[in-house]
């Protein structure tokens, strides 16, 4: 079962404004972690943002922030004043357990975002 | 810049060859994990070693195998080479354990093309 949900292949946003990339996720695990990452068309995984299931604040990176609703399974990255340099692709990734100690990341599809002068 | 190196950068070879990748994860990790990105199949998790011993399998293939080494870096081999390995091979490092990092730090990748 598909366990990270991002419903929005493609995107557009007029440069200086905000917009959200939606992501939701299914687990069973009381403690896991979310992640958003940016890869630009040159190809390397840029680390944006990270939320622990337990963190009771939204967790915020500069421009980035992540959106947090744990009830609705919801981690939405919300980019404020966009940038020419934030079209790239997006992605959306849930930490799982695989081991004492061990982890591993599971990724949405992606949303490709496009940002308009 | 990550800390992660990648080798090749590029690859281009023919089916049924056999091709090793490396990996040198940043300073400090002792978690290297392997990614597959392609078209169809989107960005997979392959395995991951830590500290030199396997801890989790993903979607890996039979043909596929990986080891890291006592300096902690990792070769991951592709053999029998098909037109659908084709595809962006990423590694990431990470610290694992009490009061670990919680990002995993992902290399440039090296793109495979089976020709």
């Known amino acids: 079962a598909q366990k990270i949900t991002q419903t929005q292949p493609g995107m557009f946003v007029q440069e200086k404004e905000a917009v959200t990339l939606d992501c939701t996720y299914d687990t069973s695990d009381q403690s896991y972690g979310l992640f958003w990452y940016k890869q630009p068309s040159s190809g390397e995984m840029i680390f944006l943002i990270y939320q622990g299931s337990y963190d009771e604040q939204n967790a915020t990176e500069g421009r980035y922030s992540l959106n947090f609703q744990k009830a609705r399974k919801s981690a939405n990255l919300v980019i404020s004043a966009s940038q020419l340099g934030d079209s790239a692709m997006y992605f959306c990734?849930?930490?799982?357990?695989?081991?004492?100690?061990?982890?591993?990341?599971?990724f949405g599809k992606g949303t490709k975002l496009s940002v308009i002068p | 810049d990550s800390g992660v190196t990648q080798t090749p950068k590029h690859l281009i070879t023919a089916t049924g060859q056999r091709v090793t990748l490396r990996c040198s994860p940043r300073s400090g990790d002792l978690s290297v994990y392997w990614y597959q990105q392609s078209l169809d199949q989107g960005l997979q998790f392959l395995i991951q070693?830590?500290?030199?011993?396997?801890?989790a399998k993903g979607n890996i293939l039979e043909r596929f195998s990986a080891q890291q080494f006592p300096d902690l870096h990792s070769e991951l081999n592709l053999s029998s080479l098909e037109l659908g390995d084709s595809a962006l091979y990423f590694c990431?490092?990470?610290?694992?354990?009490?009061?670990?990092?919680?990002?995993?730090?992902f290399g440039p990748g090296t793109r495979l093309t089976v020709l």
């Open positions: 070693y830590y500290n030199g011993e396997e801890r």
């Open positions: 990431a490092s990470s610290r694992v354990g009490v009061g670990a990092d919680n990002e995993q730090f």
């Open positions: 990734a849930m930490r799982e357990h695989s081991g004492a100690g061990s982890y591993q990341l599971t």
